[in-house]
């Protein structure tokens, strides 16, 4: 059973178009993370929801917004893409929001925008 | 500040040699420093943690080096092995109100057979 997974692992879509990123742990986990990675391979933290509850929300366009349903889920949606969304973006879970807890992360998703 | 600053780049090493990767780190209030270590196509993984309360934690092949004073960390990779060519990341416990995790920008390791 994979502890963080994300749907889908590629999506390559044109500018403009609104898109969405599913992510799920089975860890059992209160703390989520969505992350953006560029092609120098820097990861930067977009959000993190504890519990359902949004903690984090780094400076990222408003054309993104993220949804957490239940604790075991975070999806991320982007309104209007744009080339430089182009990036792979990670799903992360950890046992809580303390930052001592170890971050699990999901396989990612490479989001090419045309 | 809120910044970790990771070395080198990149890094080349035979076979059987010691990787070496450093970061530092200006916040003293940093307080739990762990390593990631990323395959290609895959997220990063947790590999080592130490906190600045001792100086050097060990785990196999693997170990830390902590230099509270200079407010530097290191991993050192012993006998370094072509499976561990990966992209390492060095991290820290940001000390504001949310307590994320700061990241260093990353060292790609290629170890030549």
């Known amino acids: 059973d994979t502890a963080v997974s994300q749907t889908p692992k590629y999506l390559v879509t044109q500018m403009g178009n609104d898109k969405s990123i599913k992510c799920e742990q089975n860890l059992g986990h209160d703390t989520m993370y969505w992350y953006k990675q560029d092609s120098k391979k820097f990861l930067k933290i977009m959000f993190s929801y504890n519990n359902k509850e949004l903690i984090i929300n780094e400076t990222v366009p408003n054309r993104f917004s993220p949804k957490s349903p239940d604790k075991a889920h975070l999806n991320l949606h982007i309104n209007s893409l744009e080339l430089g969304d182009s990036a792979v973006y990670f799903c992360a879970s950890s046992q809580d929001s303390t930052g001592y807890a170890e971050a699990f992360f999901g396989q990612g998703t490479r989001l090419t925008v045309v | 500040q809120q910044q970790v600053k990771q070395s080198p780049q990149s890094l080349i090493v035979q076979k059987g040699g010691i990787s070496i990767i450093n970061c530092a780190y200006e916040?003293?209030?940093?307080?739990?420093f762990p390593w990631y270590q990323q395959f290609p196509g895959k997220g990063p993984a947790l590999l080592i943690a130490?906190?600045?309360d001792v100086s050097e934690k060990k785990e196999g092949r693997f170990t830390i080096s902590f230099n509270k004073s200079a407010k530097q960390f290191s991993l050192h990779i012993m006998d370094s092995q072509p499976g561990d060519s990966a992209t390492y990341f060095c991290?820290?416990?940001?000390?504001?109100?949310?307590?994320?995790?700061?990241w260093g920008a990353g060292t790609k390791l290629i170890i030549k057979p």
């Open positions: 916040n003293t209030a940093f307080d739990y």
């Open positions: 991290a820290a416990r940001g000390a504001d109100s949310n307590y994320q995790l700061i």
């Open positions: 130490i906190r600045p």
